[in-house]
């Protein structure tokens, strides 16, 4: 079984300043790596996904994550965040790239402040 | 492209009757579709996964004679509460797989908002 740990439950950041979400995970084979956001009373959307080739992924909205294998990391980046991107964000894992359903951390909630 | 729609957005029932929640993809065929519940301030929960034409596959605790599915097209799947209690009161999300598109990010609906009252 796979699972992971979003360190961070609450991430307050001032307006035009850089974040990073923490999320790191647990498996025992090979995991596909994806980045969602959720607006209040909504769905999920998918932010990036890491399937394979290239660990640096770019996702949209200007986020991207970097997948550390030997750290079983996927920290999401963004270098400036806009009031737009307060929500809900979760990291989530699965073994068959979407064949199988996700792994979901207990998400991060990112605050934006003027 | 790749929408999951999901009906209704928002429904409040009372305690004993049964409510029926649809997870349709609208411009591709799923042949596998999930259901997740979201507790409110909490992650999202796998409940089921649902396959086009045979039986869904529970997840470990979650009652299958309660949370009836049904994946009876490649674009359908229904989730059915049945005897709704309280404690049921839940966000309700379904995704759905592309088929054929191998490792495909889940496609997911916006949820539906239960309450029992």
């Known amino acids: 079984a796979q699972s992971v740990t979003q360190l961070d439950s609450q991430v307050p950041v001032f307006e035009e300043a850089p974040v990073e979400l923490r999320c790191n995970y647990s498996s025992s084979v090979s995991v596909y790596l994806f980045w969602y956001v959720q607006y209040p009373n909504q769905g999920l959307q998918l932010l990036l996904k890491?399937?394979?080739?290239?660990?640096l992924v770019k996702g949209i909205n200007g986020f991207e994550a970097e997948f550390n294998k030997s750290q079983t990391s996927f920290h999401l980046r963004k270098p400036s965040v806009h009031i737009s991107d307060t929500a809900e964000y979760f990291c989530?894992?699965?073994?068959?790239?979407?064949?199988?359903?996700?792994?979901f951390g207990k998400g991060t909630h990112l605050i934006i402040q003027p | 492209g790749a929408v999951v729609s999901q009906h209704p957005s928002w429904v409040i029932c009372k305690s004993g009757t049964s409510v029926k929640i649809e997870c349709r993809s609208l411009d591709f065929q799923a042949t596998t579709m999930f259901w997740y519940r979201q507790f409110p301030k909490q992650s999202l929960m796998l409940m089921a996964t649902?396959?086009?034409?045979?039986?869904?596959?529970?997840e470990q605790g979650v009652e299958k004679d309660k949370f009836l599915i049904n994946h009876a097209s490649l674009t359908l799947s229904t989730l059915t509460v049945t005897s709704a209690h309280p404690e049921d009161s839940s966000f309700y999300i379904c995704?759905?797989?592309?088929?054929?598109?191998?490792?495909?990010?889940?496609?997911f609906g916006n949820g539906t908002r239960l309450t029992v009252t």
């Open positions: 989530a894992v699965s073994v068959g790239g979407g064949a199988d359903g996700l792994t």
């Open positions: 890491y399937l394979s080739g290239s660990t």
């Open positions: 649902s396959n086009e034409g045979s039986k869904a596959t529970y």
């Open positions: 995704s759905a797989k592309r088929t054929g598109w191998g490792n495909s990010p889940l496609h």
